[in-house]
């Protein structure tokens, strides 16, 4: 069967960095997405990886290792702001979106 | 522009019951898709659409029906509502089905079937 696992909940303090990783196994691998979605509301991309290697945009970073079915998403100088669920998604063969749970991040002050 | 419209945003239903979740966008895509959202899973695919006319189950499409008459709208049925259905649905809209393939949602309409 096709598993995303991700973290279900991280603690981290404002201003500081945080690491949410995500692993998979899908059948096929045709990129990989990071998505953040606030409490009640709709989930809004952040970041998306198709080769190894990390792609940073401003205070956020995406990871992946294909070898290794691994990303992660590195957050740096956390705001209150942050506080959020963070959706991992891997297309498949098929292009088919696969889903992870989501990791809800809790920044304290 | 609005991106994507959905309605209504809460909705209490009694078992049994019928209703029509809408989705609306405006960015011309060809391609959207109706999700369902539960406490603890991820995100799961109910019904998709490549265009116009054309409509495809999803991983959990029973209990639901979707038409796509225009490009713009694509409408989620639910016949007989029964307490699984309770949930959170989210349609999206993206303007291709490649890998880079970035959705857009709708705010959500939550669900509760009692």
């Known amino acids: 069967g096709q598993n995303i696992d991700q973290p279900t909940e991280m603690t981290a303090t404002e201003g500081a960095i945080v690491q949410i990783n995500c692993t998979y196994q899908?059948?096929?691998?045709?990129?990989l997405f990071w998505y953040q979605q606030h409490a009640g509301e709709a989930p809004t991309f952040l970041s998306y990886?198709?080769l190894d290697g990390l792609e940073e945009k401003g205070r956020f970073s995406s990871f992946l290792s294909r070898s290794k079915g691994y990303s992660y998403l590195l957050l740096k100088e956390l705001q209150m702001k942050d506080s959020a669920s963070y959706l991992c998604?891997?297309?498949?063969?098929?292009?088919?979106?696969?889903w992870g749970a989501g990791t809800k991040l809790i920044i304290k002050p | 522009n609005a991106g994507v419209t959905q309605t209504p945003k809460f909705r209490i239903l009694k078992i049994g019951q019928s209703m029509t979740l809408q989705c609306t966008q405006d960015?011309?895509?060809?391609?959207m898709y109706w999700y369902r959202q539960d406490p603890g899973m991820g995100l799961k695919l109910i019904y998709y659409?490549?265009?116009?006319?054309?409509?495809d189950k999803g991983e959990v499409p029973n209990g639901y029906n979707v038409s796509r008459s225009t490009t713009e709208d694509f409408p989620l049925r639910l016949e007989l509502a029964a307490p699984s259905q309770t949930s959170v649905y989210f349609c999206?809209?993206?303007?291709?089905?490649?890998?880079?393939?970035?959705?857009?949602f709708g705010a959500g309409s939550r669900l509760t079937v009692l």
């Open positions: 999206a809209s993206s303007q291709d089905l490649s890998g880079a393939n970035v959705l857009t």
């Open positions: 960015m011309n895509h060809n391609y």
């Open positions: 659409s490549v265009g116009a006319g054309i409509t």
């Open positions: 899908t059948s096929g691998f045709n990129g």
């Open positions: 990886n198709v």
């Open positions: 998604a891997v297309v498949d063969s098929n292009y088919q979106l696969i």
